[in-house]
T-cell receptor, first 108, second 114 residues
């Protein structure tokens, strides 16, 4: 089974600021590394998907990095918006099991 | 992008009745679908993995006789909550896997058992 640890568990930032979410993983076998965003009361939405050989992937204001050697990934959000308030999860396994994730709150 | 449709989005049922939730992949074939349950302010909990044409694989602690899963085609999986009770009230979400690379999620179903 994969183990995924995310930090911080919760984060509050002001609108317009940048932030970085961290993900440490141990997966066997490794499929790809994905970041999801889940708004309250909605299903998760894929933000980025990176294969084992990729180091970085961007999707608009979201940029994910992957270090396969240290088994760490990060999700950087640039110029945060109020709509970024959500729960963010990283997944490193074929079967997307979810841990606690990071709860992000963006204040005006 | 790929779309997964989940229906209904909300349902209220009486205790003791059964409720069926449908999950459809609209523009791709999904040999594998996943069912999750999420309680307020908690993370998604994987309930079962549904494989087309075979029995679902349930996670530990999930009653297979209570949560019936049918995956009769490559685009449709259903979850039936049998003899529902108030403690089954939750947010149920399905996801469909595309080519073993990415999972797309439905909009979720808010089940309230009264």
């Amino acid at each position: 089974k994969n183990q995924v640890e995310q930090s911080p568990q919760s984060l509050i930032i002001l609108e317009g600021k940048n932030c970085t979410l961290q993900c440490n993983y141990t997966v066997s076998p490794f499929s790809n590394l994905r970041w999801y965003k889940q708004d309250t009361g909605r299903g998760p939405v894929s933000l980025t998907i990176m294969t084992f050989s990729e180091n970085t992937k961007s999707n608009g204001r979201y940029t994910a990095t992957l270090d396969a050697d240290t088994k760490q990934s990060s999700l950087h959000i640039t110029a945060s918006q109020l709509s970024d308030s959500a729960s963010y999860s990283c997944q490193g396994s074929y079967i997307p099991t979810f841990g606690r994730g990071t709860s992000l709150i963006v204040h005006p | 992008g790929a779309v997964v449709s989940q229906h209904p989005s909300r349902v209220i049922c009486k205790s003791g009745t059964s409720v069926k939730i449908e999950c459809r992949s609209l523009d791709f074939q999904a040999t594998t679908m996943f069912w999750y349950r999420q309680f307020p302010k908690q993370s998604l909990m994987l309930m079962a993995t549904s494989n087309e044409g075979s029995k679902a694989t349930y996670e530990q602690g999930v009653e297979k006789d209570k949560f019936l899963i049918n995956h009769a085609s490559l685009t449709l999986s259903t979850l039936t909550v049998t003899s529902a009770h108030p403690e089954d009230s939750s947010f149920y979400i399905c996801s469909a896997d595309r080519m073993n690379t990415e999972a797309f999620f439905g909009q979720g179903t808010r089940l309230t058992v009264v």
